[in-house]
């Protein structure tokens, strides 16, 4: 299993999130926190460190949303078409290892 700092599995789901929506999907520190398992103020931290590597783009006003920047994206596989519980099943399958988590 891969085992990412904190920062990184951050990263690594506002760039998942942001190649697999067709818009521009933003998410406060609390939603990233709950979907990483890990707490709104250490995220928030991470988000801060990431804006100031310009990885990610905030949003003005509150509340203050994030996403990652479209000029770092990289090609990764993405889920379209066919089944939509496939889909989710083979994004779960990948997110795993990459969040280090048991369940994504």
Do not use: W
Not at 78 to 99: E, F, I, W
Request: glycine share 6%.
């Amino acid at each position: 299993m891969i085992h990412m700092k904190r920062k990184d599995r951050v990263y690594e789901f506002l760039r998942r999130m942001k190649a697999q929506q067709e818009n521009d999907s933003e998410y406060t520190a609390g939603e990233i926190a709950e979907a990483i398992g890990s707490s709104r103020a250490n995220v928030s931290s991470d988000l801060n460190r990431l804006l100031e590597e310009r990885l990610v783009e905030k949003s003005q006003g509150r509340p203050v949303r994030y996403k990652a920047c479209a000029a770092i994206m990289t090609s990764m596989p993405t889920y379209s078409g066919g089944d939509s519980q496939y889909n989710l099943r083979k994004a779960r399958k990948y997110l795993r290892p990459l969040l280090g988590t048991t369940e994504a």
